[in-house]
Structures are given as structure tokens and as C-alpha cells.
């Protein structure tokens, strides 16, 4: 299978194009913040750093994963550098999947740098607290927990790609990125189209709601930034539910664009 | 065997936006190809061969009829490990150098680490690219896109080639570089399918082409079979000659050309005597410059085929 050849020409040219400059903005927002923190707030620096670390990793992410995942067909097939790919032996859903994947391991090492940073910056804010003020915090400086945090962020962010990449297949650029934006917000809404009937009473609108409800990525169940910030558990079993959610909703997403790429007359 | 056969190949295309209307790109295209021939696929811009090309790589499906490379229908995937396609205009990845480029596509085809490299220094140097190897692509001309091209579709040892305008973008060097290759691969044995409009690269090629119009196939055979080679005429190119002098040679002439003053060129019939025109000509004072056989020419034919074909398609034909 052609998959790890085309998912590392996509990391390639990720790197080419310069997509890891985010990580220096991040580290410029994460060490000026902690700095601007200090000087501000009372006993909270920690919180808000950690606070801010898992909201930049998530807003660069959906960045990335939007804005490249959109033209991950598209360009292919615009710029007709897809005929070449697809008189090799490659499938065309052996091209969609590893796209995916070359963009999904971009993600992956954006997140883990992005964790390194966050938990250096952490690391270093701990040692200027004495131990009767680390005491009196929700949850340690270097908290463990925010690995979970990370790993859901990276899981949201691979469940978009998937949605950016779908569209990817059959729709512009432009186009693609509205719906997926659209997509996201909705996806930070989602548990309201659950319980729709406590709402309204027509029953046509309420099935329309929770069939809405099933379709849209259910991306608050992946956001636990606010539990772990606050040092509240989070189950494992919560977690895995949610990453199986997450995979089952991306294998879907990916088996719909294959199939609708695996049909396309490329023009 | 064969190495491409098509059978009443259709291609329909929706054309609009809210009201689709077909278009027929490619009509009932019937075509074989016999391993080891250099094959011209020949034709006006729009007749069809770039879809005929896309059919055959998959890239677009067929409306009705079937397709096969190599006796394997072309949807195999298995198929595209023997055959190498230059698509016309081709794009690469910008980010990329050429040998870059090579080794990747050299992964697709699951070639070891040392076979990549090996192949693509070898094609590199073959389409005169090896000292550009570690260029971006971004940076190469068109004519540089097309030699990489070339590379690429050979990088497999294919034993079937598909060539879309492989002449598009090259200058006179690159040309000929590329009817070298093309005469190297006829030699290995390799099946060599080109689409062109330039008729004179597929005279210089060819051992069999086919002609198509408006999607439709109107010709096709061996260039021997099509072509009279017998001679129509004769054109004698004379210098020195006076305006006076011209008018002595006596009748016989069909047409004469003034070229520059003294300079004319003469077309004679089939039946005159060449040599007795060039005694004429120098006891008149003049000097041969050339003495040519007229013959009719791909172009000739091409152009008499494709132009029937539209006389038969126009509103107000019988067809």
C-alpha cells in the first residue's frame, strides 16, 4: 500500500510550507503571557497559562487542519498533479487515506510540541512558587491530566481534518472551508440538538434536530480543557468512549470521501 | 495480445450548470495496438485524444465500451506497474526537486531505496537534467516540467508508454531529444502511444497512426498504406536565372515561385525529366540550387481527412 509514501510527501511539504512557524508564535504568546500573568494576577497564573496553552493548541490546530485539509485533494486535482499520482498503482482511496494521514501526523507533532512548550513554560513558572502557594492550587503545575487534554484536542482536530478532507473531494476550496468552520461551531453546540424537545414540541423539527444531532461532530465531548485546568478527574472510560466516537466518526468520513473520490471523473 | 485495445470507447460529458446537456468527447473509438510499435494518435485540438488518454489512465470513466492495456482491463491497478503516462502540461509538486520528485514516484511504484536512486540519475541524465536534479520545481521552466515528465513515466521500465503531446513546451533540442528516446524505447521493445499534432514528429516516428476528428475516429493504419509515396512532382530550385531566361525553359512548368530576385523554385510534373530541366537551366545561364521529389505528406493527408470529416459534420450535410 502506497499510504506511507503520499502521508510523508504531505508532512514534506508541510514542513516546506513553512506550517511549523505556528509553533514559534505559540511559544512567543505562551512565554510573553506568562510573563504579562505574573505581574497581573493573584495565585491564577498557572490556571491561565494552562488555560491559554490548550485554547492556542486548539485555535492553531483547527487552523491547520482547515486550511490545509481543504485543499489536500483539491490542489491535486486542480493542478492535475493527481494524473500522475493515479497512472502509478495507487487506489484512489489508498490517495484520500494517506493525505489524512500525512496531515494527521503533522497535527500529531504540532500537538506534542506544543505540550513540550506548554509544560516547559509550566515547569519553569513552578519554580518561582513557594510550596504553601503550590499547595493551594486545583491541580500541580505539571499535571499529568493535561496529556488527556491534549490527546482529546488532537483527536477534535483530527475529527475536522476528516470533515476538511470529505469536502475536500468534491467541493472548492472556499466552499470547503465554510462548511468545515461551520461544522466546528456546530460541533461545540451539539449536546443543545440532543434535547431539542425540551425546546420546541413539533415533532418533524425535533427528529430533524436529533438526526442533526448524530451527523454533526459531537466535538464538546472531546473538550475537557475546563476539568483538567480546574484538576476535576476525568474518567477513563470517558476518554476511550471518546476516542472511539472520534475514530468511528472519522473512518466514516474518510470511507464517504473515498467513495465519492473513487467515482469523480477527474477532468 | 495486444497492448491497448479499445472497443466503441464513449466518453460523455455533462456540460452547464443547472441544465446538463452531453457533450460526446470520444465517439465509438475502436483501436489496437500491437506491442513494440511507436503509435501516433493524431488530431486537431478537442478531436479526443487527451480524453481517449484520460479513459485509458482511469482518470475519467466511460460513458459505454471497454478498454484494455496489456490484455488486463485498464480499471487493474495492478496494470499501471507496466505502463509509464506523460499527461499533456504535466504539474508536479512545487516543493519538491526533480530528483525528489523521482524517488517518490519511485516509492508509488514500491521500487527499493537503491533502485530509486539509481533510476532517477539514470533519467535525469537521459532527458538532460542532471545538473538541475536538486532544483525546486518551482523554478523549472515549461520545457524543463516536460523533460521531468518524461522521466517520470519511464521511471517503472514500462512496457507500454503513454505520451500526451510529448513535444508541448520543448524547443528544437529538446525535440529532438525527445524523438531519440522515443526511437531508444521503439528499439527495447517498449510500446510507445503518443498523441500529437504535430504530423511531422509522427512521419519521423510512426510505423501506424490514427487520425481523429469531433471524438471520431476517420483514419487509421500503417503510414505506408495511407500516404502515396509515389512522386507528384518535382520542385527545382534554380539561381541566377533572368526573368527573360525564365521564359525560355519552354512549357511544362506548373508554377513558379519567385524566391528572391534570380532565385526561383520551379514545380515540375511527375512525367518531366528532372535532369533535362537542370541542362536547361544551366545552358540558360542559371545555377541548381535543390531538386526535390514532391510526395504527399501526413500534413497532406491529415488535413484532407480531417477536413472531409467537418464537411461531413456540418449543419446542412447529409450526414
Known amino acids: 500500500m502506497p499510504l506511507l509514501p503520499i502521508a510523508l510527501s504531505v508532512f514534506r511539504e508541510s514542513v516546506r510550507d513553512k506550517v511549523f512557524y505556528n509553533l514559534?508564535?505559540?511559544?512567543?504568546?505562551?512565554?510573553?503571557?506568562?510573563?504579562?500573568?505574573?505581574?497581573?494576577?493573584?495565585?491564577?497564573?498557572?490556571?491561565?497559562?494552562?488555560d491559554l496553552g490548550l485554547a492556542a493548541t486548539s485555535l492553531f490546530g483547527i487552523f491547520i487542519a482547515v486550511f490545509v485539509g481543504i485543499n489536500l485533494v483539491w490542489k491535486e486535482v486542480e493542478r492535475r498533479s493527481v494524473y500522475n499520482v493515479l497512472s502509478k498503482p495507487v487506489r484512489r482511496p489508498a490517495l484520500v487515506v494517506g493525505k489524512y494521514l500525512g496531515l494527521s501526523l503533522t497535527l500529531l507533532v504540532n500537538v506534542s510540541v506544543m505540550a513540550l512548550a506548554l509544560y516547559a513554560v509550566l515547569a519553569y513558572m513552578n519554580q518561582g512558587f513557594p510550596e504553601s502557594v503550590r499547595q493551594a492550587w486545583d491541580a500541580p503545575a505539571l499535571d499529568p491530566a493535561l496529556l488527556?487534554?491534549?490527546?482529546?484536542?488532537?483527536?477534535?482536530?483530527?475529527?475536522?481534518?476528516?470533515v476538511a478532507l470529505f469536502f475536500s473531494t468534491f467541493s472548492s476550496?472556499?466552499?470547503?472551508?465554510?462548511?468545515?468552520?461551520?461544522?466546528?461551531v456546530a460541533g461545540h453546540f451539539n449536546a443543545d440538538l440532543k434535547n431539542f424537545e425540551t425546546i420546541v414540541s413539533l415533532r418533524p423539527v425535533v427528529w430533524v434536530a436529533r438526526a442533526l444531532y448524530y451527523v454533526l461532530p459531537n466535538l464538546a465531548s472531546l473538550d475537557v480543557k475546563s476539568q483538567v485546568v480546574h484538576g476535576q478527574p476525568v474518567a477513563a472510560g470517558y476518554v476511550s468512549l471518546s476516542l472511539l466516537y472520534a475514530a468511528v466518526y472519522i473512518v466514516m468520513l474518510l470511507g464517504a470521501a473515498s467513495l465519492i473520490f473513487a467515482r469523480r471523473d477527474l477532468k | 495480445m495486444h497492448a491497448i485495445e479499445t472497443e466503441n470507447?464513449?466518453?460523455?460529458?455533462?456540460?452547464?450548470?443547472?441544465?446538463k446537456r452531453p457533450y460526446r468527447a470520444l465517439d465509438r473509438l475502436t483501436l489496437q495496438v500491437s506491442p513494440g510499435e511507436v503509435f501516433g494518435f493524431l488530431g486537431p485540438n478537442g478531436a479526443g485524444k487527451t480524453t481517449t488518454l484520460k479513459l485509458l489512465m482511469q482518470l475519467v470513466f466511460p460513458t459505454a465500451g471497454r478498454a484494455e492495456i496489456l490484455d488486463r482491463p485498464v480499471g487493474d491497478v495492478e496494470v499501471r506497474r507496466r505502463i509509464g503516462y506523460l499527461p499533456e502540461n504535466p504539474y508536479f509538486y512545487d516543493h519538491l526537486t526533480a530528483?525528489?520528485?523521482?524517488?517518490?514516484?519511485?516509492?508509488?511504484?514500491?521500487?527499493?531505496?537503491?533502485?530509486?536512486?539509481?533510476?532517477a540519475g539514470e533519467l535525469l541524465d537521459e532527458v538532460g537534467l542532471g545538473a538541475e536534479r536538486r532544483l525546486a520545481l518551482r523554478r523549472y521552466s515549461k520545457?524543463?516540467?516536460?523533460?521531468?515528465?518524461?522521466?517520470?513515466?519511464?521511471?517503472?521500465?514500462?512496457?507500454?508508454?503513454?505520451?500526451?503531446?510529448?513535444?508541448?513546451?520543448?524547443?528544437?533540442?529538446?525535440?529532438?531529444?525527445?524523438?531519440?528516446?522515443?526511437?531508444r524505447l521503439r528499439d527495447r521493445g517498449t510500446t510507445v502511444f503518443f498523441s500529437s499534432h504535430i504530423l511531422s514528429d509522427a512521419e519521423a516516428l510512426c510505423s501506424r497512426v490514427a487520425i481523429l476528428a469531433g471524438g471520431r475516429l476517420v483514419s487509421s493504419g500503417r503510414l505506408t498504406d495511407m500516404l502515396a509515396f509515389e512522386v507528384k512532382g518535382w520542385d527545382l530550385v534554380v539561381d541566377g536565372l533572368s526573368a527573360d531566361?525564365?521564359?525560355?525553359?519552354?512549357?511544362?512548368?506548373?508554377?513558379?515561385t519567385t524566391i528572391a530576385e534570380g532565385r526561383y523554385a520551379l514545380e515540375l510534373p511527375a512525367d518531366a525529366r528532372p535532369d533535362e530541366w537542370m541542362a536547361r537551366c544551366t545552358a540558360l545561364g542559371g545555377r541548381v540550387v535543390s531538386l526535390n521529389p514532391l510526395r504527399e505528406t501526413l500534413e497532406d493527408f491529415f488535413v484532407r481527412q480531417v477536413g472531409a470529416h467537418h464537411r461531413r459534420t456540418e449543419p446542412g450535410s447529409n450526414n
Open chain 1, 24 to 50: 514559534l508564535l505559540f511559544a512567543v504568546i505562551l512565554v510573553a503571557a506568562s510573563l504579562l500573568v505574573g505581574q497581573t494576577t493573584a495565585g491564577q497564573d498557572v490556571k491561565i497559562i494552562k
Open chain 1, 148 to 162: 488527556i487534554a491534549f490527546v482529546l484536542i488532537l483527536a477534535q482536530l483530527l475529527m475536522m481534518t476528516a
Open chain 1, 173 to 184: 476550496p472556499m466552499l470547503s472551508a465554510v462548511f468545515t468552520f461551520g461544522l466546528y
Open chain 2, 9 to 19: 470507447l464513449t466518453k460523455d460529458y455533462a456540460l452547464g450548470f443547472w441544465r
Open chain 2, 99 to 119: 530528483e525528489e520528485l523521482l524517488r517518490y514516484y519511485g516509492r508509488l511504484f514500491g521500487l527499493d531505496r537503491a533502485t530509486r536512486r539509481q533510476r
Open chain 2, 143 to 183: 520545457g524543463m516540467l516536460q523533460r521531468v515528465g518524461l522521466a517520470q513515466a519511464l521511471l517503472n521500465r514500462p512496457q507500454v508508454v503513454f505520451l500526451d503531446e510529448p513535444m508541448s513546451g520543448l524547443d528544437p533540442i529538446g525535440r529532438r531529444m525527445v524523438r531519440d528516446l522515443i526511437l
Open chain 2, 245 to 256: 531566361a525564365l521564359t525560355g525553359l519552354g512549357p511544362g512548368l506548373i508554377r513558379t
